[in-house]
């Protein structure tokens, strides 16, 4: 290529290397900055203390607490979001005869919860799991009275119960991802196992998985980054109560900017940025190892 032809296309493509340098670039350094500063409300000046904010950080039981919460509820929602929603793509992928149209509604209803506000859903779910709501009356009334619990105030299962209502609001969305793979795969691999003799789970096992890796690598990581920035499940159901006990990141990062405390709240939301690329990345590397073209 000739030397004004290189100029060319650099002259073309610094706009948008400039648009993104303003919008990404520069505020992502401005936060590294704040993120080692004691910036404050009432503060004529923020102090550089370095990884003070980082240290105070790792010595709170609070905001400790909600970095186990956080870890708690990615784990969670990482494992049956995709779980679920691979078997409920197995379950409405086979297209024969009247089952064409039952499909197409269960893949409608299973999907809806993804198109529906969060904070709508979390107002619903409220009441649902209210210790006097219908999940517990619903118990009751067919003698499971012992499985009732108090959903959203027993502290030892509140992130359980909000990484259920997450769950159950984005399964349909990683289910249609999966169904989107599932149907991308030859039949001629599951003709030629079936004249060899292979059962429907083997053929699940040996065909289906290991040809859909690309697409479990993208729910996976879809997943993953949505529960470690998961915050509009916690504050719509629990705001962060009762107490401490559901708070997480993204909610102890609202609450310090709340308290005029931005420097720290920015060094929580660097710890966010950090823990996502150091588990992540790897993570989709190896991930990206496993899988073969079909």
């Not at 005869?97 to 209803?109: A, L």
């Not at 119960?161 to 159950?168: E, H, N, P, R, Y």
């Not at 690329?277 to 790897?282: G, L, S, T, Y």
Request: with cysteine.
């Amino acid at each position: 290529m000739k030397k004004a032809d290189k100029l060319y296309s650099i002259a073309w493509a610094m706009p948008a290397l400039a648009l993104y340098a303003i919008l990404f670039i520069f505020p992502l350094i401005a936060g590294l900055y704040s993120s080692m500063t004691d910036w404050t409300m009432g503060k004529a000046e923020a102090r550089f203390i370095g990884l003070g904010n980082f240290a105070f950080i790792l010595n709170d039981p609070e905001l400790l607490g909600s970095i186990r919460n956080t870890f708690l509820y990615t784990i969670i929602v990482v494992v049956f979001k995709n779980l679920l929603g691979f078997f409920l793509a197995v379950a409405v992928n086979i297209d024969i005869g009247r089952r064409v149209k039952v499909n197409d509604f269960f893949r409608t209803v299973f999907y809806l919860p993804a198109v529906l506000s969060t904070i709508v859903i979390g107002v619903v779910f409220t009441r649902i799991l209210h210790p006097d709501g219908l999940l517990n009356n619903v118990l009751s009334s067919v003698g499971l009275s012992s499985l009732a619990s108090d959903w959203l105030v027993n502290t030892k299962i509140v992130m359980i119960s909000i990484a259920g209502v997450s769950v159950w609001q984005w399964v349909g969305y990683h289910m249609a991802i999966y169904l989107a793979g599932m149907q991308g795969i030859s039949h001629d691999y599951y003709e030629a196992a079936m004249i060899d003799g292979a059962s429907s789970s083997k053929r699940l096992a040996k065909i289906t998985v290991p040809l859909l890796m690309p697409t479990i690598t993208i729910n996976v990581i879809l997943s993953l980054i949505g529960g470690l920035k998961g915050f509009s499940e916690v504050y719509a159901l629990t705001g962060g109560g009762p107490g401490h006990a559901s708070q997480v990141l993204t909610t102890e990062v609202l609450a310090k900017f709340g308290e005029g405390r931005w420097g720290l709240g920015t060094a929580l939301n660097t710890l966010l940025l950090a823990l996502v690329a150091v588990i992540c990345v790897p993570l989709l590397t190896q991930m990206r190892k496993q899988e073969v073209e079909g």
